[in-house]
């Protein structure tokens, strides 16, 4: 190579772990329905909102990448027909996560209408469980990258209610908050996915139960900076990521400051060459391209949320 273009080499700027991410994300997006006959939720869902969030904080996104799950994604009615017929076609998840995909797209102006938001709210309001909860997995387990999980189901449903209509949805909301109030919080992935759903509610309970997540959280970081689903296991991506964007709606301290930037920092350092992660499964150590989209979408969320 000539001096020159090994000066112009060593000038390059090399592209961000978000910027890594959407051109692994992108790709997967637009090609998933095409060559698996399927909208799935992890790929047209999950991976599509953090697409949303990418080109909203200024990363080049293509709009081919987006605009066939948009277009998709705009039509609640056709969600049922959503292909992938199989065991792991969950009907109700799907639901969850394709509704807050549209809160998303109408948030940030990829969906202009309304109407669409509004059917995703009265499909998300009747899955609420009687407790005030939404099921979205075994409750034995720390929820998934894909799957969710009962804690994530329900504050990311309370966002979509609130965005589709908050004033007519005051009491399945109110039940959510209630439930999330009392929700059991004994390991990392449940106190991060109560967290991110109280965000700043300053009532009692609120402070309280968010305390007692914040202390799991601190207890829970390991020594690389990231977490677990559990105190003293290995950390994954998923469950760093959770960490993050749940301290990331909180009002910063310096505390929760420090603790994003080692997150952050321990986030970026795990990414692959291919600008993916590896994929969050329960229990550990599993290959899952589902598993992998999903968990690539959280941790570019993540990032975003944090930079």
Known sequence: MSPLLLLIASLAVPPTPEERAVAALAPAVQ????????SSCHHNADATRALYRAAAA???????????????????????????E????????????????????????RVKERAPLVEAGKRVAALQQADGSWKADDDETPG?????????????????????????????IRK???????AKVENVYQ?????????RDDDEPARKQREVCLEVI???????????????????????ALVLLALAGLEPTDDRRAMIRRGRAALASWQEEDGTWKPTTRPAGAESNAQRTATTAWALQALLATR
């Open 144 to 172: 998934t990258p894909a799957t969710h999980g009962r804690p994530l189901a329900t504050s990311l449903a309370i966002r979509t209610l609130r965005a589709a209509d908050a004033a007519g949805y005051t009491e399945a």
């Open 86 to 109: 199989g065991p792991f076609n969950d009907k109700d998840l799907a639901t969850l996560q394709f509704a807050h995909a549209v809160a998303v797209a109408v948030e940030l102006g």
């Open 58 to 84: 200024g990363l080049k996104v293509s709009d081919d990448a987006l605009a066939e799950t948009t277009a998709w994604l705009a039509k609640p009615a056709g969600w049922a027909n959503n292909g992938g």
């Open 218 to 240: 601190r207890s829970g970081e390991a020594r690389d900076g990231g977490w677990g689903p559990y105190a003293r296991v290995p950390t994954e991506p998923f469950d760093t």
């Open 191 to 199: 106190a991060a996915a109560v967290l991110l759903g109280l965000g």
């Open 176 to 182: 959510a908050q209630g439930w999330l109030r009392k």
């Open 31 to 38: 090609a998933w329905r095409t060559e698996n006959r399927c």
